[in-house]
Every structure is written in C-alpha cells, then in structure tokens.
Nanobody, 127 residues
Framework: QVTLVESGGGSVQAGGSLTLSCTASGFSSDYTIGWFRQAPGKEREGISCISSVDGSRYYSDSVKGRFTISRDIAKNTVYLQMDRLQPEDMAVYSC?????????????????????WGQGIQVTVSS
C-alpha cells in the first residue's frame, strides 16, 4: 500500500522558517514528489517538485528563492525548507507522488500527473 505522510507543519511568524517532510512508503518504482498548497477560498497551487531519477527541481515563481526542496533517498523522504515565510504562504500543504513523470515535464506540478496524495498539513503564518 502506497502512503505519503507529511509532517513539520505549524505556526510561525512572518519572516520565519519551517521545514516540511514527506515520507513515502510502499513504492516499488521511482517517483517524483511534488508539493502543493491550498489556501481557503483559493485554488490548489503546485509550488515545487523533485525528480527521483535525476534530482531535477522545479519551483513556482511564488516560492522561488525562498523555498528549497531536497530528498533523502535512504529515508524515502522529501523535504521542503521554507524560509522568509509570509502570511500569503499560509495554507494546507500536501505532497504527492507521480510514478509516470520520472523526469520533470513541462508544467511539472499539474495535479493530474500525480496519482498519490498525502493528507495535508497546515502551515500558519502570522504577521
């Protein structure tokens, strides 16, 4: 059974940092992990992803330069280091896995590419 479990969410003041983790289990092949977020009343936004094949990364313009995605293959875990957090970053963050997109395609955070999803975790940023 494939599972994705997020951890590391919580509350932080503007300008602070948090690191989210996404731990995967049950996979029998390579996969790309993407991070998504959804704020109340807004559409889900794909913000970053990392390929398990070549380690290539993608960041949306909204987080580029502030967020860093990385992976620990031995731990089956992908991290999202979030620095200089702002109130507009407040959302439920979810990780997802794609077993079809092993090297990043154009628009690599399209939700339709991802078959497996975590339950989501809240990130709150206070001003």
């Amino acid at each position: 059974q494939v599972t994705l479990v997020e951890s590391g969410g919580g509350s932080v003041q503007a300008g602070g940092s948090l690191t989210l983790s996404c731990t995967a289990s049950g996979f029998s092949s390579d996969y790309t992990i993407g991070w998504f977020r959804q704020a109340p009343g807004k559409e889900r936004e794909g913000i970053s992803c990392i390929s398990s094949v070549d380690g290539s990364r993608y960041y949306s313009d909204s987080v580029k330069g502030r967020f860093t995605i990385s992976r620990d293959i031995a731990k089956n875990t992908v991290y999202l280091q979030m620095d200089r957090l702002q109130p507009e970053d407040m959302a439920v963050y979810s990780c997802a896995a794609s077993t079809s997109m092993l090297r990043l395609w154009e628009l690599p955070t399209l939700a339709e590419y991802y078959e497996y999803w975590g339950q989501g975790i809240q990130v709150t940023v206070s001003s």
